[in-house]
Every structure is written in structure tokens, then in C-alpha cells.
């Protein structure tokens, strides 16, 4: 083997290491504290660690958050017959884990397989088809008409069997978004954004024989005109009696592409309209769990709902900073912990993914010793914190360095 391999094996080793050797004063907490088990990244982990809650990660291998101090114990996400593993792995603990989820195919497993899943964890949810109804966009669309949810004009399109329509009795432009959900057809066929913008009818039209070729239906659905920046997040934990136990607004600050992409940076915001809108609509859903509501303000101010995510997200670990952590809360209350009632959050408290948010800030024009600024000043940074270092130093980090090393002691072919 060559000497890249050799050096390869040399970090994961030093890593294995330092990681056992941070673990190994927290092992007997376990045994009377229980673990909670995270579907998700460092911007749940985060907050949970910060809260004093050792944490078992399911992720990919090689993932950075395995190296976090926060984790005692790794699952690999990809393995067949997750749930079987997750079990499994429950049964070996000496109490039962708390399960906290981040993305919306984990939510979906977790409320098919509840009855099973609880039988080794504690987690809280609402109803599942509640769940259902929040991540088809059908579904979504038709809860939103019957609870009179505040959503913009939509749609449904079913490009297979219909012909482009001469009139949808929408105004342009829309936006185009899969039904139920987004899959790899999409992106491959369609779009590499979460949705499409479509300017005018015969865009459309243009693009119906793509839409038909993947076989799904889509909403197209008014937008709601403006910058990213417009886009507004509510919040909250309700617990399993209907009582609100914590919550906090937020605003987009970039996102990268900077239409319909990926948030890039955040802030948080004392938002009261918000905040008694968010409480409204959950009181409505007749909410229990934690949830994510987006909203979009149009030129007069008035916010749209976009989408209610019934999961915790990257907004964990911003409003944790901030002073309300959500998941800690959770925690608590599934545990029977005391819990001390959080306060207002702190507005301003900024969250940052330092690679994409600075290709984001470039195509805004803004200088790099600006953003630099910025960027440094941000509370919460997806990855990189001076007090849990080993998620960047032997997980990005120390994947570059192995591929560089690997770069530079390979012999060079001449020509």
C-alpha cells in the first residue's frame, strides 16, 4: 500500500484516539443519564451538548459530527433496515434514548414506525396523518383550505395525463414544486434548486413534456414577491399537553443559489406578529412536538405560510445561542428533568455555514473582509466552534489534509 494509505490510516487513528480518550469521563453518565439519539447534524448535537445531553449520532461514516465531544456513541445512517439497527441499539443501552430527527425522510420513518420505535425510544410527534398532511404538498394544500391557513394561491398539475393549461386562474410567476416531494428525478430532470420559478404561461408549456417525463405531479403555486431576506421562521415546542414550552422567530439572512437555495445564514428576530400568527396556526393544527413555520411577507408586510416542517432543523442551534433550546426542552420533558422556563431569545444572534454563506455573500457583491466580519461575529457556525474542534479538524478538515497528503506523495506519472 502506498504511503497516502499509510497516512490515512495514521489520521483515523490519532482520531479514534483523541476522540476515546474525550469520551472516556463521560462514560459513566450514561449509565443513569439517558442518550439522546440524533438523526441530524451539529446544529442539533450542538444544542443538546450545550444543555449537558451526551448524544449517540446516526449518520454516514466519516461524518464530521462523529468527532463532536458531545458524541459517545456512533450508528451509520446508511446501513439496511435502519429501524431494526436503532432498536437494536436501544436495547443496549440501560435507559431508554430520547430520538431526535432533522430531515423530512427521517420524520416520515419515525411516524410510519412509531409503535415500533417506541418500544426503545422516547420522542414526540403529532398524529401521523398530520405528518402526512405537512409533507405532501396535496396534502398540505388541502389542510391548509380546511384549517384556512394564511398559504398563497396554488394549484395542482398532473403533467402525465393532462395537457398544458391555457389558464390556470393563477398569477404569474409561480413557483413549481414536486407532489408529494422532491425526489432524484427532479433534480436530475428538472431543477437543481428545492423549487422552479416559471415566468409566464408559455414557459410552461415549453417545459410540460420534462414535467411529464418524470412522472410525479406538481404544485404550481403564486410567489410571493421579494428577496429571500422576506423569509420569516416561527419556532415553538408544544408539548404532549397542548401547552407552548418554548419559542423564538427567525429570519433569513443569504441563501445559496441565492433564489429558492439553501439557507446559508440566519438571524434571530423579536417578531410579536409573528410569533401570535405561528401560535394561531399551531393551535389550530392542535400541535404536539417541535415545528419549523415559514413564512414570506409580501410588499405590504403581510406574511404568507409556506411550508410547516414538523421536525427540528439547523434553527436549533441559533436559537439555542439565543436562549430558548428547543431540543434541551424536549429533552427534559421526555426524561421528567426539570426544566428551567426559557425567556424571550436574545434578537440578533446570528448562525453561519461559512463555505456556501461566502460564495452567497460574493454573489451579492459584498466585500470579503466584510462578510469575514460577519462571519466571526456569528454565535453559531455550522461545523466550526473553538470549544468542539475535532467536527472540523478530523472531519472536513481532515479529510481535505489526508487528500492532500495523498496528492502529494503519490509518485507522478512523466510523459
Known amino acids: 500500500m502506498g504511503r497516502g494509505g499509510a497516512i490515512d490510516r495514521t489520521l483515523v487513528s490519532q482520531a479514534g484516539g483523541v476522540t476515546r480518550l474525550w469520551r472516556h469521563e463521560t462514560r459513566q453518565l450514561a449509565e443513569t443519564q439517558p442518550l439522546a439519539c440524533v438523526l441530524g447534524n451539529l446544529d442539533l448535537v450542538r444544542p443538546l451538548g450545550l444543555g449537558g445531553i451526551r448524544c449517540a449520532a446516526v449518520v454516514p461514516p466519516g461524518h464530521p459530527v462523529r468527532f463532536s465531544r458531545f458524541v459517545d456513541a456512533t450508528l451509520d445512517s446508511s446501513t439496511p433496515a435502519l429501524v431494526d439497527r436503532l432498536l437494536e441499539f436501544a436495547r443496549s443501552q440501560p435507559c431508554r434514548p430520547i430520538l431526535f430527527f432533522e430531515a423530512d425522510d427521517e420524520v416520515e420513518l419515525i411516524s410510519e414506525e412509531r409503535d415500533r420505535l417506541a418500544q426503545g425510544f422516547r420522542f414526540i410527534l403529532p398524529p401521523h ?6 409533507l405532501d404538498k396535496e396534502r398540505f394544500r388541502d389542510l391548509a383550505v380546511r384549517e384556512r391557513l394564511p398559504v398563497p394561491p396554488s394549484k395542482i398539475l398532473s403533467p402525465l395525463v393532462e395537457s398544458p393549461p391555457t389558464d390556470l386562474g393563477l398569477a404569474y410567476p409561480l413557483v413549481l414544486k414536486p407532489v408529494p416531494y422532491r425526489d432524484k428525478s427532479w433534480y436530475r430532470m428538472i431543477a437543481v434548486s428545492k423549487v422552479l420559478r416559471i415566468e409566464e404561461p408559455q414557459a410552461l408549456s415549453a417545459l410540460w413534456d420534462r414535467l411529464a417525463a418524470t412522472g410525479l405531479r406538481f404544485l404550481a403555486q403564486e410567489i410571493i414577491s421579494g428577496p429571500e431576506t422576506r423569509i420569516a421562521s416561527y419556532h415553538v415546542y408544544v408539548d404532549s399537553r397542548g401547552k407552548v414550552r418554548g419559542e423564538f422567530t427567525g429570519r433569513k439572512v443569504r441563501t445559496f443559489p441565492l433564489e429558492f437555495g439553501r439557507s446559508t445564514a440566519l438571524e434571530t428576530t423579536d417578531d410579536p406578529e409573528l ?22 411577507r409580501d410588499s405590504q408586510g403581510r406574511p404568507w405560510l409556506l411550508e410547516v416542517n414538523p421536525r427540528f432543523s439547523l434553527w436549533m442551534h441559533v436559537g439555542a445561542m439565543a436562549g430558548v433550546n428547543l431540543p434541551a426542552l424536549v429533552y427534559a420533558d421526555l426524561t421528567g428533568r426539570p426544566r428551567q422556563p426559557p425567556g424571550q431569545a436574545r434578537a440578533g444572534v446570528r448562525w453561519c455555514w461559512p463555505r456556501p454563506d461566502f460564495a452567497a455573500a460574493r454573489e451579492l457583491g459584498i466585500p470579503w473582509p466584510t462578510w469575514l466580519r460577519w ?13 468542539d474542534p475535532l467536527p472540523f479538524v478530523l472531519g472536513w478538515g481532515g479529510s481535505k489534509t489526508a487528500a492532500l ?11
Open 129 to 134: 396523518e398530520l405528518v402526512r398532511d405537512l
Open 275 to 296: 410569533v401570535r400568527l405561528g401560535r394561531e396556526i399551531v393551535e389550530r393544527l392542535r400541535w404536539q412536538g417541535v415545528a419549523k413555520l415559514d413564512f414570506k
Open 375 to 387: 462571519a466571526l461575529g456569528s454565535e453559531a457556525k455550522t461545523n466550526l466552534s473553538l470549544d
Open 405 to 415: 497528503a495523498r496528492s502529494l506523495t503519490q509518485p507522478r506519472r512523466r510523459g
